[in-house]
């Protein structure tokens, strides 16, 4: 069964950092753009960070630029988002998703055919 599992969330206080990661059973991440989602109640998923399936390229949300860096270790089979400065409005809950994209891996959500269950990120002094 294929499936994609977040891990690394937790209770964090401003200007600390955590490491999510995300892998994936039952496939291979390599051949896969992946991006990094986050979702507060009421408000829609919004794009944080991708890297592309073609040639690693990465591109950021600009709220998170310089603080977040998204990469991947095939040999692990593993993704991840390492977030630092954390503050705030960084609290969410945070999804991996993947897709092979022709262009570009920013996309809508809607674009992303297979996603984690999530893991929460709370940053709160």
């Known amino acids: 069964q294929r499936q994609l599992v977040e891990s690394g969330g937790d209770w964090v206080q401003p200007g600390e950092s955590l490491r999510l990661s995300c892998t994936a059973s039952?496939?291979?991440?390599?051949?896969?753009?992946i991006g990094w989602f986050r979702q507060v109640p009421g408000k829609e998923r919004e794009g944080v960070s991708c890297?592309?399936?073609?040639?690693?390229?990465?591109y950021y949300d600009d709220s998170v630029k310089g603080r977040f860096t998204i990469s991947r270790d095939n040999a692990k089979n593993m993704v991840y988002q390492q977030m630092n400065n954390l503050r705030p409005e960084d609290t969410a809950v945070y999804y991996c998703?993947?897709?092979?994209?022709?262009?570009?891996?920013?996309?809508?959500?809607?674009?992303?055919?297979?996603w984690g269950q999530g893991a929460q990120v709370t940053v709160s002094s």
């Open positions: 998703a993947v897709q092979v994209f022709m262009d570009t891996c920013w996309v809508p959500a809607s674009a992303y055919a297979r």
């Open positions: 039952g496939f291979r991440l390599t051949y896969y753009a």
């Open positions: 890297i592309s399936n073609k040639d690693d390229m990465t």
